[in-house]
């Protein structure tokens, strides 16, 4: 496929973005409901094709640490076809597809396979977040998926077997885990499910063309430390936006003056993370630590947890203060020896780079820096359209 070039403007809803073209500004349509925080960053390089919808295009990949990712969620499935047919996908060679959408009571499978007589249940998920080496599913709370992966571990009891294919759509990663700081319920119902189903994330490359190089080998799932880590306990960050200026008093640092910005608040909980977090978004609350006083007349907008048991609270917040725009001295560092845990931007921050990829490494990278071992392996290139070497997908 040859793609029209544009340039990622913002994002009016989850299925719609406007793009910077040769020919103006225009809107596509986005088939992809995930936040896309890391990859949808202002000016981020996006390939549309012409559609037959509402809008005129449609958004195929964007362009992340020059590598071009597959954001259309529908072609997941097709990629999958294609990797099947070529004994492709570790743990399911020699399989014979039956059936797509395959329908069983009230749930609608990928796929129906069959091996040496056993009927087997395959459900695709694109992967498209990632950080420097771990690759994380979902990036936006997912109850169908959480129900997909109960009804097949309950599929496994009548005989069939299930499997589960992650498709990564990138070269980066070397591990993978379920991302239990985004949807915890999912995350915990994959792991509860594990020994029932069969779980498979593959990494795969895509050139600008949409030709996918495909490698075989199965990116390993550190269980061990997702045990451990997946807790509701951590850090997190809140995000508050002030449109106007306020002067509030703030316990016992006095009046404290706000400029219009946006604000991000450092805490912690050793046990139930969310109750903390879920506090900070309610307006009615006894006025306790700093934060409270803040929270009370300002607008959270992000609520971002991160599930540890290592204690990263300062860590964090010393990191922000390298990237911030300012911050609010002694702010919710009053036991402690940082400068503040409050941090002003000009503009959103889950807008910027430097904010989003903190994010990332406490989240995805730094719990699991000890296995991150490079993996090796030869990729071989796999045309995601048509049996001939070097036929290109056009889509």
């Known amino acids: ?109 990928d796929f129906l396979l069959e091996r040496d007589g056993q009927k087997i249940l395959l459900e695709v998920k694109s992967c498209t977040l990632f950080g420097k080496g771990v690759a994380a599913f979902p990036d936006a709370v997912t109850a169908r998926g959480k129900r997909h992966i109960e009804e097949m571990a309950r599929l496994t009891k009548e005989g069939f077997k299930a499997f589960v294919l992650f498709v990564v759509n990138s070269s980066t990663p070397r591990a993978f885990i379920p991302d239990y700081h985004t949807d915890f319920d999912f995350a915990a119902t994959l792991a509860n499910a594990r020994d029932l189903i069969d779980i498979a994330p593959v990494s795969v490359h895509w050139d600008e063309e949409l030709t996918m190089q495909v490698n075989p080998e199965r990116l390993p799932i550190p269980w061990q430390i997702i045990d451990r880590e997946m807790a509701d306990s951590g850090a997190y960050m809140v995000i508050f936006e002030l449109k106007e200026p306020s002067t509030i008093k703030i316990g016992s640092l006095g009046e404290v003056s706000f400029r219009p910005a946006y604000y991000v608040y450092v805490g912690s909980a050793k046990k139930n993370l969310s ?32 599930r540890t048991q290592e204690d990263i609270e300062c860590l964090l917040s010393k990191d922000l203060m390298e990237i911030c725009d300012f911050a609010i001295p002694n702010f919710g560092a009053s036991d402690c020896d940082c400068r503040s845990h409050l941090f002003g931007f000009l503009k959103d921050p889950i807008k910027r780079a430097d904010f989003v990829n903190l994010l990332l490494y ?34």
């Not at 978004?281 to 607008?299: A, V």
């Not at 989240?363 to 490079?374: A, E, N, S």
Request: glycine residues 6%; hydrophobic residues 40%.
């Open 275 to 306: 109750a903390r977090i879920n506090r900070h978004s309610r307006k009615r609350k006894k006025e306790h630590w700093h934060i409270d006083y803040l929270s009370s007349t300002s607008k959270a907008t992000r609520l971002l947890p991160i």
């Open 1 to 109: 496929m040859k793609g029209i070039l544009a340039y990622f403007l913002d994002r009016p809803n989850r299925f719609v973005v406007r793009v910077e073209t040769k020919e103006g500004v225009i809107s596509a349509y986005l088939p992809n409901p995930g936040r896309l925080w890391e990859i949808l960053l202002p000016g981020a390089p996006l390939l549309l094709a012409a559609s037959s919808g509402t809008l005129p295009y449609v958004v195929m990949a964007a362009k992340r640490s020059n590598e071009w990712i597959l954001l259309h969620t529908h072609m997941a499935n097709r990629a999958a076809r294609h990797l099947l047919a070529r004994n492709l996908v570790p743990g399911l060679e020699g399989s014979k597809l039956i059936r797509p959408e395959f329908t069983i009571g009230d749930s609608r499978f």
């Open 362 to 395: 406490y989240r995805l990278d730094r719990p699991y820096r000890g296995v991150l071992t490079k993996r090796t392996s030869s990729a071989s290139g796999v045309p995601l359209a048509g049996i001939a070497p070097g036929a290109r997908l056009h889509l």
